[in-house]
């Protein structure tokens, strides 16, 4: 009985690779041939000032653009299932995703991605706070903002706007890429994604969590930085932080190169730890299995490393140790 039904499985699922494959063909390899929903480009004037912005997106790429005509207004690619509510409220510029379901609205393919355009008359605002899923979130250069908070589950997230607060981003898959702004604060967390700063001032803390995923930080300065991870490679290149450096690890190397901290502390499981300091340390390293060279030093801050089968190769950036 599981033989025979196996076996119409098997045929069932051939039948149907078949069938796809003479449709596509027919189309002439066209994805677009097969689509049930054309997006829509709708404006949605804002008359009320705001000073902060809040999206709640779903397969959105979300945009922000200025204003060429001194004026706030939304631009969104939409279909007829997907629509979007815009308005501003209490100094608040709320701009809200609807996707209505139901049998009377059936299920929309596009190939197509919907998108999410905010177009605005001043560089500076108070607060922005973003939730997503799918779509990515591109977010310019010449925009200030107070605090930044994002939230989305596979979209990446690029920014490049200073904050004079805090900048917090929470992915799941979706990467974080920060290049050339400056925060009070920074804090990113991922599952399964790549975190990537660059040319980063930051007055306070600088923390990131990353389940699975690489971290890669080239320069960097800050008070205190700290990383957790259980999978994935950390790269520090040309960070300087005032105050202490700590690193959590359970699978994956951690390098330095041209970086350097009062204090650091590294730990991690199978991981290698080597690279360059920019000054003298007092070292405490432990490795179970892997092999430790460092420098001998009789000044310096404190660097803490151990390893469980990594090798520690450290040395001073001059040569000279």
């Known amino acids: 009985m599981k033989k025979a039904a196996l076996i119409i499985a098997t045929i069932l699922l051939v039948a149907g690779l078949i069938i796809g494959f003479v449709a596509l063909a027919s189309a002439k390899f066209n994805f677009h041939a097969f689509e049930t929903a054309s997006l829509e480009l709708k404006d949605y004037p804002v008359e009320a000032e705001f000073r902060g912005i809040e999206i709640h997106g779903n397969t959105e790429i979300i945009r922000f653009e200025r204003s060429s005509d001194g004026t706030a207004h939304v631009q969104c690619r939409e279909t007829k299932r997907n629509t979007h509510t815009v308005e501003a409220e209490n100094g608040t510029l709320k701009i809200v995703s609807e996707e209505t379901s139901g049998w009377r609205n059936?299920?929309?393919?596009?190939?197509?991605?919907?998108?999410?355009?905010?177009?605005?008359?001043?560089?500076?605002?108070?607060?922005?706070?973003?939730?997503?899923?799918?779509?990515?979130?591109?977010?310019?250069?010449?925009?200030?903002?107070?605090?930044?908070?994002?939230?989305?589950?596979?979209?990446?997230?690029?920014?490049?706007?200073?904050?004079?607060?805090?900048?917090?981003?929470?992915?799941?898959?979706?990467?974080?890429?920060l290049d050339d702004l400056s925060a009070d604060a920074i804090g990113c967390r991922v599952s399964t994604a790549d975190v990537w700063m660059q040319n980063i001032a930051c007055a306070g803390d600088v923390y990131v969590k990353v389940s699975t995923g690489r971290t890669t930080l080239n320069g960097l300065t800050a008070k205190n930085f700290t990383s957790e991870g259980s999978t994935g490679d950390l790269s520090l290149e040309n960070v300087r932080i005032d105050g202490a450096i700590s690193i959590d690890r359970s699978t994956g190397d951690v390098t330095f190169n041209g970086s350097d901290a009062a204090e650091i502390m590294v730990k991690t499981s199978t991981g290698d730890v080597t690279g360059t300091l920019l000054s003298e340390k007092l070292f405490?390293?432990?490795?179970?299995?892997?092999?430790?060279?460092?420098?001998?030093?009789?000044?310096?801050?404190?660097?803490?490393?151990?390893?469980?089968?990594g090798d520690i190769v450290v040395r001073i950036a001059d040569g000279t140790k």
């Open 106 to 177: 059936p299920i929309e393919i596009s190939f197509e991605k919907e998108q999410i355009t905010v177009f605005l008359p001043k560089d500076a605002y108070e607060t922005l706070a973003i939730d997503t899923h799918t779509g990515d979130t591109d977010i310019p250069e010449w925009l200030r903002f107070g605090s930044v908070s994002i939230r989305t589950s596979t979209g990446d997230v690029r920014s490049r706007a200073s904050v004079s607060g805090e900048i917090s981003i929470e992915s799941d898959t979706g990467d974080i890429f």
């Open 284 to 309: 405490k390293t432990e490795s179970s299995t892997g092999d430790v060279h460092v420098p001998f030093c009789t000044s310096g801050g404190k660097c803490e490393i151990t390893t469980s089968t």
